[in-house]
């Protein structure tokens, strides 16, 4: 199964909150997952991070699978932000990890739920 993550169960962890650690820990330790993160996610991560945080962030990231953007995925992200941005204010970066998971097969690990309100995408509170 593949679980993506989002840029907030990532961001937590950097900051060491105990309840990410455990969350992270406990998919990393399940077979049946396979980590991955979608490109603007990382992109939020990587971009914001730092100077004294590269090394720990570099090596949290390469636990995980970097989702590559392509035209379906910004097509599919198109036509979700295009019917949940006036109703629920979906923002271009969760419309595209929701196209990941579509397009790609998987579901979503976030503590923002209402950012996915999208009926065809499974998402799953961190915790």
């Given at each position: 199964m593949?679980?993506?993550?989002?840029?907030?169960?990532?961001?937590?962890?950097?900051?060491?909150?105990?309840k990410?650690?455990?969350?992270?820990?406990?998919?990393?330790?399940?077979?049946?997952?396979?980590?991955?993160?979608?490109?603007?996610?990382?992109?939020?991560?990587?971009?914001?991070?730092?100077?004294?945080?590269?090394?720990?962030?570099m090596?949290?990231?390469?636990?995980?699978?970097t989702?590559?953007?392509?035209?379906?995925?910004?097509?599919?992200?198109?036509?979700?932000f295009?019917?949940?941005?006036?109703s629920?204010?979906?923002?271009p970066?969760?419309?595209l990890?929701?196209?990941?998971?579509?397009?790609?097969?998987?579901?979503i690990?976030?503590?923002?739920?209402?950012?996915?309100p999208?009926?065809?995408?499974?998402?799953?509170?961190?915790?």
């Amino acid at each position: 199964m593949k679980a993506f993550i989002d840029a907030d169960v990532l961001i937590w962890h950097l900051r060491g909150e105990r309840k990410a650690i455990n969350y992270l820990r406990k998919m990393v330790n399940d077979p049946a997952m396979e980590l991955w993160t979608g490109a603007m996610q990382r992109a939020e991560v990587v971009f914001f991070m730092r100077p004294n945080e590269e090394e720990l962030t570099m090596l949290l990231l390469s636990q995980f699978k970097t989702a590559v953007v392509d035209q379906s995925i910004v097509d599919e992200a198109g036509r979700l932000f295009r019917t949940w941005n006036p109703s629920h204010g979906v923002d271009p970066n969760d419309a595209l990890l929701a196209a990941t998971a579509l397009v790609n097969g998987g579901q979503i690990h976030t503590l923002n739920k209402k950012h996915y309100p999208m009926k065809d995408v499974v998402v799953n509170k961190a915790w």
